[in-house]
């Protein structure tokens, strides 16, 4: 073996320099470092073995001339098949979440059905009629908008009270409730309250746990839209442990504006577990100095009328002004979700259960009837749905107001009464007016275009 | 605002519910005797500050 030592090999001519021929094997020994670091390399075909025992330092390979196919054993850790994905710690793992790992925490939206604990939140079902006037004495109480509540105290102002079509643009809304001053009362008296509320059946709230440590937070959101600007105050009131809290909003304009507020839990006022009023959410339109007065209470405590107000503007000051609202949503924890809108019927449904507008106007059929003996008429009326309790029965009276139709013969009489009530079927009389035959069955009509019947189980 | 409350009386002469009339309102409640029902709570309230129920008995 011949050893050539020199510093540097060059090309004779040209610019190329050969080692060995082909078939000859150049060996490169233990402990050399081969430097090509300033070189420009053209690497051979094969430079990456099988073996894996050789690596490129320093070189790139640019992502077009790769091709073929990784095993996946190489990528990651863990079963590759059509069922699993590869995360970022080069692990393969089930493309199916596990049972129970995705909550609504982790999701934009509330996706819980009926979520919205406010029943006829956007105001759609109007049962009882469609514009009332309303002052301190007259037409108070359920008149309009379906499980609204309207309450004057010591008020000398009045309100038209209707269900309305002015609603924000492009949230999905068809109906608003609106309350017009028609008659301002620019003094307030210290004991003077004007709201609105909604009362809510304990049963329906038990899942917010309150009266434990693990209460729940409430959101309420809504749209409102009001001329007369400044701060307004929302009240929780739990009827059956005697307790409140409040929250304010400021209406900066007079544009529809969407407002969110979340109240604390309630760790030791409960809800009992009944069909009872439980939780009434009052929103205020004017409030005296019985109401206010110190800082808001935010937190809940032994209800009081101090401080439960503070802050609220005296909404009825002026004639020309005007309170829109719709899109109200309550629901358990500290985020808005969109409202949920409900099917017509459905919301309608849910509204039957408190209230149930039989029919109005002239030859309105109602019920089969018969005398039961020659002075008294009597029916079975059934429910839609069943009542929250057992039902009164509102209606309008009069002269014939009421037609009980028989073979070739009508039979008029002026009210009716109640015998028997249940949450599903009522029982019906009137022995003041009628007079026929016992056992004579014919049927009932509403026999005036003022006549008006409905059962009645609100809270 | 409750105007006047009547007891009815069913076809056996039994007291059966309450007819009630309102102020400044054409409307006629009819309100069965549960406690659970909300015109009956208003019907007791009333009674207990000072309203009177006229009571014609039965056997019209």
């Known amino acids: 073996m011949s050893k050539l030592e020199v510093d540097t090999i060059a090309p004779q001519s040209g610019t190329q320099v050969t080692l060995g021929e082909s078939g000859d094997t150049v060996t490169i020994p233990t402990g050399v470092t081969l430097d090509a670091s300033n070189a420009t390399t053209s690497l051979p075909a094969n430079v990456v073995t099988t073996d894996g025992t050789q690596t490129l330092t320093n070189k790139t390979i640019d992502a077009s001339q790769l091709s073929g196919t990784v095993a996946t054993s190489n990528l990651g850790t863990g079963t590759a098949d059509a069922t699993t994905f590869l995360r970022g710690d080069q692990t393969y793992a089930s493309a199916t979440p596990a049972a129970g790992s995705i909550t609504t925490t982790q999701l934009a939206y509330n996706p819980n059905p009926f979520r919205n604990i406010i029943i006829n939140g956007d105001m759609s079902i109007a049962q009882r009629g469609t514009s009332v006037s309303v002052s301190d004495g007259s037409n108070e109480g359920y008149q309009t908008c379906d499980r609204y509540e309207f309450y004057l105290q010591n008020a000398g102002s009045v309100f038209t009270w209707s269900q309305d079509t002015d609603v924000p643009t492009g949230q999905g809304f068809a109906k608003s409730m609106k309350f017009d001053v028609t008659t301002a009362d620019t003094s307030v008296g210290s004991s003077e309250e004007v709201n609105f509320r909604q009362k809510i059946e304990g049963q329906n709230l038990q899942y917010l746990k309150f009266g434990t440590a693990n209460a729940e937070q409430l959101t309420l959101s809504f749209w409102v839209k009001t001329n007369k600007t400044g701060i307004y105050i929302v009240k929780l009131y739990n009827s059956d442990s005697g307790r409140d809290v409040s929250a304010s909003y400021t209406v900066p304009d007079s544009n529809w504006n969407k407002y969110t507020l979340t109240f604390p839990a309630d760790t030791t006022g409960s809800f009992t577990n009944d069909n009872g009023r439980s939780l009434d959410i009052i929103w205020w339109l004017v409030g005296g100095s019985a109401v206010q007065g110190g800082t808001l209470n935010t937190s809940w405590r032994t209800n009081a009328d101090a401080s439960s107000a503070t802050g609220q503007v005296n909404f009825a000051d002026s004639t020309s002004n005007d309170f829109w609202i719709t899109g109200v949503q309550l629901e358990a924890g500290t985020t808005a979700s969109d409202f949920e809108f409900l099917p017509y019927d459905v919301n309608l449904q849910r509204c039957l259960r408190y209230y149930e507008l039989l029919g109005s106007g002239t030859n309105y059929p109602l019920f089969n009837a018969y005398y039961l003996n020659p002075s008294a008429i009597y029916t079975v009326a059934p429910t839609k749905v069943t009542m929250r309790t057992n039902p009164s029965l509102v209606q309008t009276t009069g002269s014939s107001y009421y037609r009980f139709i028989r073979d070739s013969a009508n039979d008029f009489f002026d009210s009716i009464s109640i015998d028997i009530s249940k949450t599903n079927y009522v029982e019906l009389f009137n022995s003041t007016e009628a007079s026929g035959t016992g056992g004579v069955a014919g049927f009932i009509r509403l026999n005036n275009a003022s006549s008006y019947l409905a059962f009645n189980s609100e809270l | ?60």
């Open chain 2, 1 to 60: 605002m409750i105007n006047t409350v009547t007891k009815n009386y069913n076809v056996d002469n039994v007291f059966c519910s309450y007819q009630v009339t309102y102020v400044n309102s054409n409307i006629v409640s009819s309100v069965p005797l549960d406690p659970a029902n909300t015109d009956y709570q208003a019907i007791q309230k009333w009674i207990a500050e000072g309203g009177v129920v006229i009571d014609n008995g039965g056997g019209e």
